[in-house]
């Protein structure tokens, strides 16, 4: 069982703020995926938990255990890194085991016992005798896998560890990542700056920026209902959308068109106490987001809605599975997620519907999702 707690965790390098009063409760067993824009604070994190940092302010707590100020060494964690952090001149099998026997929780039979195991279970049998210049990188990287894997360690910490592999070597590492994790059930905490990567192996996923969380949820609820601005960009791609507003009678206005908010219950619609609800009794400025996947072109959707505008076609863009419209409508630009080989050149009018449940409405000045 490793249950591990944030409480309040900061961190300081002179005059930077890296990880500023993050709190956070990882399950025994859950595989957790930190995320963020480089230089939010996601590796520091990760070192604080390993004990390669130590703490300005907070605590730090292992299965009931305060490890704040605990060595690295004994707080049983095992690290993986981007690099591998192999030593050259050794074998694969001298860096998995390495250092192993001076802990003195190993006999020699265990060790090679273990070794066995591990190489078995990570196909790595046949590069136990290579040293690693003699391996290509996902072997180096399954090599510093099984020497994470071998300790048996309560929980892994993994520091973007597929970021120096190819583009399909680290797809069929992440399908083997998520594997492992199902057969060993050992606590996973990932980070990553790959929003693709976080939503593919996160059971949950922690949205970071500027040193703190701006959302902890699963990947379907990060993507379907966005906490904040932050958040609602930083997840999916395409991007979402983002329109400058306002919001008047339940209808979100912009100067070209005008778009109806769904109800959400209440009586005419709206739920007196919700935030969109008050927005929506006066007039007030709003950022309306709408990913380019929930915009459609009408002639493709007859039936989807009633609401309906025109935009202009500046550019398209064909990714294979969709096509990619860049289009404007006044001074509003936004992209539609379309289908593939639809015929379009620039300037080209097109009537967009939308689907009115897809869409969010967050507040220009604090960010925060208001619907
Ligand atoms: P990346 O994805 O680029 O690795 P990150 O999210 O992991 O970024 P961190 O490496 O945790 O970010 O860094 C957070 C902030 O702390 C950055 O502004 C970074 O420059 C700063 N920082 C990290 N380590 C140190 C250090 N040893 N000394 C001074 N500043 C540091």
């Known amino acids: 069982m490793t249950t591990i707690k944030l409480r309040n965790l900061r961190k300081e390098f002179d005059d930077v703020v890296a990880v500023n009063g993050i709190d956070l409760t990882i399950e025994d067993g859950e595989f957790l995926v930190i995320v963020g824009p480089s230089g939010c604070g ?25 490890v704040t100020d605990t060595e690295p060494k004994n707080r049983n964690v095992a690290m993986v890194f981007q690099n591998y952090a192999l030593y050259p001149h050794m074998t694969g099998r001298r860096n998995i085991t390495f250092g192993m026997k001076s802990t003195g929780s190993f006999t020699d039979e265990d060790i090679d016992r273990r070794v066995e195991e591990v190489a078995e279970t990570l196909d790595i049998t046949d590069l136990l005798d290579r040293k690693p210049q003699a391996m290509s990188g996902g072997e180096r990287q399954r090599i510093a896998l099984g020497r994470a894997i071998v300790r048996d360690p309560d929980a892994f910490l993994m520091d973007e560890p597929l970021s120096n592999l190819d583009a399909k070597l680290r797809i069929q590492m992440r399908a083997e990542l998520t594997r492992l994790h199902a057969e060993l059930q050992t ?34 609820v990060l993507y379907d209902f966005p906490e904040n601005r932050f958040v609602a960009e930083f997840i999916g791609d395409p991007a979402m959308n983002m329109i400058d507003v306002t919001v008047e009678h339940w209808t979100a206005v912009h100067d070209a068109f ?25 007039q007030q400025a709003a950022i309306l987001g709408i990913r380019p996947e929930d915009f459609y072109l009408a ?73």
């Not at 606590?187 to 040193?211: C, F, K, P, S, W």
């Not at 908010?261 to 006066?282: M, N, V």
């Not at 505008?309 to 419209?325: H, M, N, Q, R």
């Not at 509003?332 to 080209?348: C, H, N, V």
């Open 42 to 66: 996601k590796s520091t994190t990760l070192r604080l938990l390993a004990g390669l940092e130590q703490a300005t302010d907070g605590r730090i707590g292992m299965n009931g255990r305060d």
């Open 187 to 220: 606590t996973t905490i990932y980070v990553t700056h790959d929003q693709t990567e976080a939503m593919t192996l996160g059971e949950r996923v922690v949205v970071m920026n500027d040193g703190q969380i701006m959302q902890v949820d699963s990947p379907q």
């Open 258 to 282: 005008e778009l109806p908010l769904p109800s959400d219950g209440g009586e005419d619609g709206i739920t007196e106490t919700s935030p969109a609800a008050r927005q929506s009794k006066e």
């Open 299 to 371: 002639r493709e959707y007859p039936d989807l809605g009633d609401e309906t505008f025109t935009a202009t076609v500046d550019v398209t863009e064909p990714l294979g599975d969709s096509l990619l419209i860049h289009c404007s409508v006044g001074d509003a630009a936004f992209k539609i997620q379309a289908e593939p080989r639809t015929s379009l050149q620039t300037g080209d009018e097109i009537t967009v519907t939308y689907d009115p449940e897809r869409l969010h409405l967050f507040d220009p000045e604090t960010g925060e999702a208001v619907y």
